[in-house]
């Protein structure tokens, strides 16, 4: 069965530097999707950055960016220039046209100190 | 730019009452989405649906049904409320399939 897995229950970090969360996953699909979506206190769950597993490049979204690491089923999230509003609950999530359904880690939750 | 819209945003039943809890999205997508999200936990999904007319359960589907009467409408009903089912419930759809893009600001549901 396919598993995500974010060892990182908290993490924080200096404005305008940079951090990476961590999250390790596993399927044996060779097609399949990771996500990062970024939930802040307001609840509201967002969209942060998509990875087709397919693609070699790294995905990049302005500060965001994940490094891919297909044969060790690794998919970490940088974020670069830290700023207060990063402040929140991230969650990485998996998908596969198999299973048919979005397998969310555990979350890390990342503190940004002024 | 309303994106998906969830309502109630906050709602208090006892055990057994039944209520239903509204979906909606204006971008025309295909695919919405059903999850429940428990304390410290991600989103597990309850109920989905790739187009107008169909829908598949997810990972937790008893104890709730859904409806998909039009392309921007996906409603969530609780038939018997139970305490169990105490969680924050959202809403999303998207663009292709099994990638929820947009999330709603989801749905706080305590059951007594």
């Known amino acids: 069965a396919q598993t995500v897995t974010q060892s990182q229950p908290e993490m924080s970090v200096q404005e305008a530097e940079t951090v990476t969360l961590s999250c390790t996953y596993d399927?044996?699909?060779?097609?399949?999707?990771l996500f990062w979506y970024k939930q802040p206190p307001s609840r509201q769950m967002i969209l942060v950055i998509r990875q087709e597993a397919y693609k070699q490049q790294n995905a990049t979204e302005n500060r965001f960016s994940v490094n891919f690491q297909k044969a060790a089923k690794s998919f970490s999230l940088k974020i670069s220039d830290s700023q207060l509003g990063d402040a929140a609950m991230y969650f990485c999530a998996y998908t596969d046209s198999n299973t048919g359904k979005l397998i969310f880690g555990q979350g890390t939750t990342l503190q940004v100190k002024p | 730019n309303a994106g998906v819209t969830q309502t109630p945003k906050f709602q208090v039943l006892k055990t057994g009452q039944s209520m239903t809890l509204q979906c909606a999205q204006d971008?025309?997508?295909?695919?919405m989405y059903w999850y429940r999200q428990d304390p410290g936990m991600g989103l597990r999904l309850i109920y989905y649906s790739a187009s107008e007319g169909t829908t598949d359960k997810g990972e937790v589907p008893n104890g709730y049904n859904v409806s998909r009467l039009n392309k921007r409408e996906f409603s969530l009903r609780l038939e018997s409320a139970a305490p169990s089912q105490t969680s924050v419930y959202f809403c999303?759809?998207?663009?292709?399939?099994?990638?929820?893009?947009?999330f709603g600001d989801g749905t706080r549901l305590s059951i007594l």
């Open positions: 399927t044996s699909e060779s097609d399949y999707y």
């Open positions: 999303a759809s998207s663009e292709v399939r099994w990638q929820p893009q947009h």
């Open positions: 971008m025309n997508h295909n695919s």
